[in-house]
């Protein structure tokens, strides 16, 4: 498979755009693409297996 570069991610978040009235939709096809060819991962669940953040667990909520 063929790596995403940032001309692809260009050309497609060109159409995108020009579909969408010069918006690009957050999560949309186009956003993601641009993601990709930064290198960026994207937001999700820790495949750490770790808690997210330092020192997170499943602290209770402070009361107020």
Known sequence: MKRMTQSDASRIQS???????????KGSFASRAQSAAA??????????GNP???GRGNNKPKGR
Do not use: C, D, R
């Open 15 to 25: 159409a995108t755009a020009k579909a969408n009235g010069g918006q690009v939709p």
């Open 39 to 48: 290198g960026t991962p994207p937001n999700g669940p820790s495949t750490t």
């Open 52 to 54: 997210s953040g330092g």
